[in-house]
């Protein structure tokens, strides 16, 4: 499976925009698509994550509220809307594929299998 993910850019606290994360190679409609950040100096932080219906999502506490997850299984690609965006949430985004997570598993890293280039996010205060 190949991610790719995109929609980073520089924008200003309170701004908002939509990531988005393609995959190719084979359909991830059955996998947990998860979402993580990783800012300079950081370690790689879960952000969200959704099981394969949708339903299921789960959040960090320092983006509920303000991010949501989504996904199109049709064309094979997950989104992450984000609101209200502060300058904490500066960092790289990174879209990742798993197969085999229980819901507790969500915001574990070493759960997932696939991982895309990650795009830049930069919040302006």
């Known amino acids: 499976v190949q991610l790719q993910a995109s929609g980073g850019g520089l924008v200003q606290a309170g701004d908002s925009l939509r990531l988005s994360c393609a995959a190719s190679?084979?359909?991830?409609?059955?996998?947990?698509m998860g979402w993580f950040r990783q800012a300079p100096g950081k370690e790689r932080e879960f952000v969200a994550a959704?099981?394969?219906?949708?339903?299921?999502?789960s959040y960090a506490d320092s983006v509920k509220g303000r991010f949501t997850i989504s996904r199109d299984n049709a064309k094979n690609t997950v989104f992450l809307q984000m609101n209200s965006l502060k300058p904490e949430d500066t960092a790289v985004y990174y879209c990742?594929?798993?197969?085999?997570?229980?819901?507790?598993?969500?915001?574990?890293?070493?759960?997932?299998?696939?991982w895309g280039q990650g795009t830049l996010v930069t919040v302006s205060s």
């Open positions: 959704s099981g394969w219906s949708g339903i299921d999502t």
């Open positions: 190679g084979r359909t991830v409609s059955s996998d947990v």
């Open positions: 990742a594929a798993g197969n085999r997570l229980y819901y507790r598993e969500y915001g574990l890293r070493n759960r997932y299998d696939y």
